[in-house]
């Protein structure tokens, strides 16, 4: 791939990256990449998400904001995203700045979760220790009964973030680590592409 076969847009190559991603039976998640982020201090964390949409101009994914990445975000919302898909070769970095997403968003993509993903949402107060296992499954049953014959709602700390990308790297594995790196930054309303070094 020459650098002038480069689309105007990221998104458009993320998504054809991506779909093939989707279609290669040895990858088991492709929706899974390791997000980047800096707390209070200075110092950065990583771990892995699930990408759980990629449109218009951003990406989406959901989780505790009470969490150690939601206290990251709150504090600085500036991350990064990485995707490797081993079996095409193929890695997606990312630079951005999160925004929450709005509550019909979260609403919608919470009440289209299994009841057991939805409980669990309430039951685990995320990053925060805990005495034991049994602590959490009497959680577990305690929010059960609290729902019980009810739809499970959104806890208010659990929604989703978008990721506005500033700068995005896409990384093709080549013969002789000679591999094709392919920058798009945003600058001045436009994304602007260079090819650079392995
Ligand atoms: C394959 C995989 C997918 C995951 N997806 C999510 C996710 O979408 N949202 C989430 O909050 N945690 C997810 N996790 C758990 C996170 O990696 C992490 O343990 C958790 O969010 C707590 O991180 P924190 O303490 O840095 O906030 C996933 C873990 C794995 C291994």
Redesign the pocket.
């Known amino acids: 791939m020459e650098k002038i076969d480069l689309p105007n847009s990221p998104f458009s190559l993320f998504e054809q990256w991506f779909d093939e991603a989707k279609k290669n039976n040895s990858i088991g ?1 492709p929706e ?1 990449f390791c997000l980047s982020t800096i707390n209070k201090d200075g110092c950065p ?1 990583s ?4 990408l ?1 949409g990629c449109r218009r101009d951003e990406f989406v ?4 904001s009470l ?4 206290q990251d975000l709150r504090d600085n919302p500036n991350v990064a995203m990485n995707f490797y898909w081993e079996p095409l070769g193929k890695q997606i970095r990312v630079q951005g700045v999160v925004e929450k997403l709005d509550d019909v968003e979260s609403d919608t993509y919470f009440s289209m979760r299994p009841r057991g993903s939805q409980i669990g949402a309430w039951a685990s107060n ?2 925060e220790a805990i005495p034991s296992r049994e602590y959490l499954e009497n959680k577990v049953v305690e929010f059960t009964q609290k729902f019980e014959g009810n739809e499970v709602p959104r806890p208010a700390h659990w929604f989703g973030y978008s990721v506005k990308p500033s700068k995005i790297e896409f990384w093709l594995n080549k013969i002789d680590r000679l591999h094709d790196r392919f920058i798009f930054t945003f600058q001045n309303d436009t994304w602007v592409t260079s090819r650079v070094s392995p």
């Open positions: 998640i899974c964390d771990r892995i998400l699930l759980k994914f959901f989780t505790n969490s150690t990445k939601g995320q990053s």
